[in-house]
């Protein structure tokens, strides 16, 4: 097994443990790509077709809000996967934008191949099972943060999910994140130091 591949594995692992008899199946469909700091590697209203982990860097999902602003959704951070091609595609279309926020290695499978090993195989179905219920935990925490805690709060929330993201990434971004200005990040952020 390859380190890159390895490095597939151990994210996996990390979810949803599989044999190796399992990950060999997926490792026979696995490519790799890599993007650079502030690259847009998949636009919303473009045809997508494939599963990501992300094996180094950061990434984030985003939209345009109609005042053309990104408003961001999701960070990735490395050894996580991207949000699975069910819930961020419709019939193959993207519905938001990814953007490399440091330089950024990612590992890809064809969506529709990987799905057909889904269905043959009980550990890899069991694995992307996990992950679409991670998935789904995460949205819900986050709308229920932006509904429920205050700014203040939803900052210290932030740092304990993403501890070291805040040093290494925009602050536009978490701002935007959070749902606050940046001069509201700014403030928060002195208020937190004192």
């Known amino acids: 097994m390859t380190k890159l591949n390895k490095k597939v594995k151990n994210i996996i692992d990390k979810i949803y443990p599989i044999s190796e008899k399992s990950f060999q199946e997926i490792e026979r469909l696995i490519e790799f790509e890599t ?3 502030g690259e847009t590697f998949i636009q919303k209203n473009k045809r997508n077709k ?21 408003i961001t959704l999701s960070f990735f951070l490395e050894k996580s996967i991207l949000s699975p091609y069910s819930i961020r595609t419709s019939k193959n279309i993207s519905n938001q934008y990814f953007k490399a926020l440091t330089d950024l290695e990612l590992s890809s499978i064809n ?3 990987f799905e057909t090993l889904m ?9 992307a099972n996990t992950v679409l219920q ?11 943060g932006l509904a429920s805690l205050t700014a203040k709060e939803r900052l210290i ?13 925009p602050h536009t971004d978490i701002a935007s994140y959070l749902g606050i200005t940046n001069i509201s990040l700014s403030r928060l952020r002195k208020d937190l130091i004192n």
């Open 35 to 37: 993007f650079k700091k």
């Open 134 to 144: 991670n998935e789904l935990i995460s949205k819900v925490e986050k709308e229920i």
């Open 111 to 113: 969506a529709k191949e």
């Open 50 to 70: 494939k599963e990501y982990f992300v094996l180094s860097g950061v990434c984030k999902s985003y939209l345009i809000n109609p005042d053309g602003n990104e």
């Open 157 to 169: 929330e932030f740092r304990k999910k993403y501890r070291v993201l805040e040093n290494i990434i």
């Open 119 to 127: 269905i043959e195989n009980i550990e890899i179905r069991n694995f």
